[in-house]
């Protein structure tokens, strides 16, 4: 909630910045001057409050959904403590700080940024006052004396309320201040094993490419080893082939010869036997 020392952000353990009363009332002022950034429709707070992150360099810093928290509690603060009037109790003698700027601004009664910012000029000395004081002070009558018995118990109950409405927006600050936390740790988890898995998808693929290559190199080997032996085979059939058909050529013409001679050896005798 806001405190005088301001609110904490931690991611882990490590503290990142701190929320004061000076961007609670930046906030305030820039809410009620760009509501027509805020027409409704879905993701329109969302994406406005990204502006406001942007404009006052907080980025890095708060996101966008805590902001739009902020907000929101500020404005059902609002909302409960203006109930508790409306059931007869007085606001204005309410220890929350921020009644009076808030209630204006929801109001409609600012209409400009430099009217708001003239009602959160007094807030430091709220400040020192709230922090001097007990929690949540009861004022003293004009005249000096205690007002009726009814009254005060009236005052008592109301700030007993309210008391309570502190406690509750203590603990909703807390709680979203955790699952802030909380889904930053996750986001970073999540990063880190989106990160490890490119890392083991990008080491299977170069082991994959690696494997393809040696692969295709033993391919490679194997074919040309595969080449050079059906190529020494057909060198070694041609040979083979060659061989025999002069072997071949060789017996048939000594067969041919042979026969000649027998001829001539035929014919001789023959001519002989006539003379």
């Known amino acids: 909630m806001e405190s005088g020392v301001g609110l904490t952000l931690e991611v882990g353990s490590t503290t990142v910045f ?25 993701n329109t707070a969302l994406r406005a409050f990204e502006l406001f992150v942007k404009e006052k360099r907080l980025e890095g810093k708060v996101t966008p959904a805590w902001v739009k928290k902020k907000w929101e509690n500020l404005r059902q603060k609002y909302k409960d403590i203006k109930s508790l009037s409306m059931m007869g109790g007085d606001p204005l003698v309410t220890p929350w700080k921020w009644y009076a700027v808030m209630d204006q601004a929801l109001s409609g009664e600012l209409t400009m940024a430099h009217s708001l910012l003239s009602n959160l000029s007094n807030l430091s000395n709220l400040t020192n006052l709230s922090s001097t004081s007990s929690p949540f002070p009861v004022p003293v009558s004009s005249s000096g004396q205690d007002g009726p018995p009814a009254k005060k ?11 309570e409405l502190e406690r509750r927006q203590e603990e909703r600050e807390r709680r979203a ?16 094993e989106r990160e490890r898995r490119a890392a083991e998808r990008e ?14 190199e033993q391919e490679l080997l194997s074919r040309q080893e595969r080449w050079e032996r059906e190529l020494q085979a057909r060198e070694e059939r ?3 082939e060659y061989r025999e058909r002069e072997e071949r050529r060789d017996r048939e013409a000594a067969a041919r010869e042979d026969r000649l001679f027998k001829l001539l050896e035929t014919f001789m005798s023959k001519q002989y036997n006539t003379n």
């Open 177 to 192: 201040a955790e699952r802030e936390e909380e889904r930053e740790r996750r986001a970073a988890d999540r990063e880190e």
């Open 153 to 163: 118990r009236k005052e008592q109950y109301w700030l007993a309320a309210l008391q």
């Open 203 to 216: 080491e299977e693929r170069e082991r994959q490419a690696l494997d393809r290559e040696k692969k295709r």
């Open 238 to 240: 041609r040979e083979r």
């Open 18 to 42: 701190k929320w004061t009363d000076a961007n609670t009332a930046e906030l305030i002022v820039w809410r009620v001057s760009n509501n027509s950034l805020f027409t409704g429709k879905k």
